[in-house]
């Protein structure tokens, strides 16, 4: 792998966008799902979307490359930059997007998480808190703030102090028999387990709500669980305190999605 | 240049910091201040502060290298990130962090700026919003969306409809004789160049306010401008179609600061 020049525009604004991507024995789970939202986050950023064919090479490449091709779980990493040149915020006339693509083992988590609410908020004010944007930190800070409190994950409010997400996954919650999710324009990322989770509670006629709600209903809620393309459905077993006890339908979601 | 690794953080996640120090006539102008807020801004975010001497001396090769040594004018950029590692999110123990400089000339702009007011609003409720970060993205959208409205630059509000900034610089304006600028908790970066204008309005014996203010405030203001270390004192000859005329007082400033 070559390195990346220090002009690109991803690693001196983070102007750029990314997708993890599980591999499971070999085979890239997904991908078409990854690589729509991807072409959508371009169209917001106003940068051309990929080659689908050469984007599915490169990672392909990288799993081969790190040998984890034949691993049982690998998770690859396609970014997508704004490439090089331009002044200062201002982009070149034309953009030559840079597609880097690596692989990296993805054990997945078993054990239910513990979360706390992060004091950083989502800024539901940009367009960019619904895209996989290379500008994380806020992200990276909040899952700092929740490892120093002795949990596993943050959960993240809005700049109007309802739900977003938590760090580096989506939120679904339980009231009795309804499951409920942040709505996209809360800030939540429009991620591809949260889709997958939304399909197969259709399918099982589970009634689903996206709304806005403060941190009070989570705190309520019958049961809680992460989604993310690695971990698929990973349940939460307390936040700030407040113990979350397994629940049957978190575990049929979980089988359904099987990531 | 070697390249940069793209498992860096600051590629993948915007994990870092940078700074844009001028070099006029060879010399890096303002460079102790810079390496303060560095040093800051790498308390506020859990990095272990950079080498003052080995910073600078890098900043000296990326001026000697593009041989803008010479040049009247250029632009020096130092990028401090978190190092290469770690699982997802999670950094690793202990973050080496890795320090890039380039340079690039800056020539100064002399017409009066043209802003609109951006939709994308400045997020004050996280702590990256007073530094110069490597998640930079929202700046960029908001500096696109004022060029595709035919302006120099945006005015960024914050998510409690308060003026924050400028998408690449800080914001002043006057109120009769007050020189009036938005407080760093409204989602201001904490620019060298504005604490030089503050030092030097204190100089000068001209009140100054740190404030929050709407947007009607800037709309009903006498002389507006924006600052940076690159442009010291730029006026601003519109905002969002009312015009302003130059201000001698904006003036002054300018030959005070004098970048």
């Known amino acids: 792998m070559m390195g990346l020049p220090p002009d690109d525009r991803g690693f001196t604004l983070g102007d750029g966008l990314f997708e993890t991507v599980l591999a499971r024995d070999g085979a890239l789970v997904g991908v078409a799902a990854h690589l729509d939202r991807l072409a959508a986050g371009c169209a917001t950023l106003g ?23 034949a691993a049982a779980r690998a998770a690859v990493r396609l970014t997508l930059t704004a490439g090089s ?7 070149p006339e034309p953009v030559t997007p840079r597609l880097v693509a690596t692989a990296a083992p993805a054990p997945r988590p078993l054990a239910p998480a513990r979360l706390v609410t992060s004091s950083i908020r989502r800024n539901d004010r940009s367009p960019t808190a ?6 994380y930190l806020d992200n990276v800070l909040a899952r700092r703030e929740a490892r120093a409190a002795g949990a596993d994950e943050a959960l993240m409010l809005n700049t109007r ?15 009795g028999e309804v499951l409920v999710t942040p709505a996209l324009d809360c800030g939540a990322l429009a991620g591809t387990m949260r889709a997958q989770v939304i399909a197969s509670a259709a399918r099982l006629g589970v009634p689903l709500r996206e709304t806005a709600a ?3 209903r989570l705190a309520a809620a019958d049961a809680l669980f992460l989604t993310n393309a690695l971990i698929g459905v990973r349940q939460v077993c307390d936040l700030d305190g407040r113990s979350f006890a397994p629940h049957r339908l978190a575990e049929r979601l979980s089988a359904e999605v099987d990531p």
């Open 130 to 135: 619904r895209l996989k944007t290379l500008a």
């Open 47 to 69: 940068l051309p979307p990929p080659d689908r064919v050469e984007a599915e090479a490169l990672m392909r490449r990288a799993l081969a490359q790190t040998e984890l091709g």
């Open 161 to 175: 102090g309802a739900a977003a997400s938590a760090a580096a996954a989506n939120i679904f919650w339980l009231e």
């Open 214 to 216: 403060g941190a009070e």
């Open 85 to 91: 040149g331009g002044r200062g915020l201002e982009r």
